[in-house]
């Protein structure tokens, strides 16, 4: 196919199907989608895309003997798929392997439907939650009987079934058994994860999704999950953001974190709203400042809403 040819696959613009009226930016729910027959969500179109990705070190992948135990983090190097990332697409259903192709927006060809889908998206969330920037998408593409282990990330994130069957446990993103506030302090300030700890049973208190190809789950930032894959090979596509509100919650969050250092533990980020609201205006006043410093001095200064995450502004 020519560049001009794929330059025609265009996502729908109500590729998402929202309620527009009950959503609701922190709360767990299921969606459904029009993506199944997608042609960039092929088995071949991934191959070629794992290529071009696997050059820009844009690839994660790790054996199918992690469990919702191992860590996030360490998965990769405790459990290697010492496969290329074509050869691991290529005959996914006996790699016996976990691949997440990564920022998929980088590449010109994804980056068209990634916003194809997300200014749907948009269009019905964003008078509940404006702001959307950083906007990403996330390929998983996983082999039989394959586990992401236990963790959380700082997006916004639409997850849909593509191919193949997956059962999905997401855990509410105030739900301070799973996830402590301190967790989640930590991660906002560090992108470290080692407070969050995996415990059978959290299954019982988790929203449960067996996703077949056509549905999805939306689910806010920091909403820990963990994911099984069915018996089948299944390929899965995540739409993540931030907005104005999960911005100012990280900031919130980095700040507790630092406040922790002086033996103070803080209330957690929006359980007192007035507190919250005086805390960020004089932080956000204050990393403006070093903002300002920053390029009198000629240091780069990175924009705070690039609509694509890692494309620079044109």
Excluded at 13 to 26: C, G, L, T, Y
Excluded at 216 to 231: I, K, L, N, Q, R
Aim: aromatic residues 8%; neutral net charge.
């Amino acid at each position: 196919m020519t560049p001009d040819e794929k330059k025609t696959w265009r996502a729908p613009m109500m590729a998402v199907e929202i309620d527009k009226a009950s959503f609701d930016p922190w709360r767990i729910q299921p969606v459904r989608h029009s993506l199944v027959g997608h042609p960039l969500l092929q088995p071949a179109a991934l191959v070629a895309l794992g290529e071009r990705l696997e050059v820009r070190g844009s690839i994660r992948t790790h054996g199918n003997d992690a469990t919702a135990g191992t860590s996030f983090g360490d998965a990769p190097s405790a459990h290697p798929n010492r496969l290329s990332a074509a050869q691991t697409l290529g005959a996914i259903q006996d790699a016996k392997a976990w691949m997440s192709l990564l920022n998929v927006q980088v590449d010109p060809l994804y980056r068209v439907l990634v916003g194809d889908v997300l200014d749907g998206v948009q269009a019905r969330v964003g008078h509940r939650d404006p702001g959307m920037c950083y906007r990403a998408g996330w390929i998983f593409v996983t082999s039989p009987r394959t586990v992401t282990p236990f963790h959380f990330d700082k997006e916004h994130n639409f997850i849909l079934q593509v191919s193949g069957k997956k059962r999905i446990y997401v855990w509410d993103h105030t739900d301070t058994v799973v996830a402590s506030e301190q967790a989640r302090d930590r991660f906002h300030h560090t992108h470290g994860r080692e407070l969050l700890a995996w415990r059978e049973e959290f299954r019982e208190r988790a929203h449960v999704f067996d996703l077949l190809p056509g549905e999805g789950a939306y689910m806010p930032s920091t909403s820990p999950h963990m994911v099984e894959t069915g018996d089948e090979p299944s390929i899965t596509i995540s739409f993540t953001y931030y907005t104005d509100a999960t911005r100012r919650d990280a900031l919130l969050h980095k700040t507790h974190e630092l406040v922790r250092r002086f033996g103070i533990a803080p209330p957690p980020v929006g359980r007192l709203p007035a507190l919250d609201a005086v805390t960020h205006a004089g932080i956000a006043a204050l990393v403006g400042i070093r903002g300002v410093a920053r390029q009198v001095a000629g240091r780069p200064v990175h924009p705070g809403n690039l609509r694509f995450a890692g494309v620079p502004l044109t």
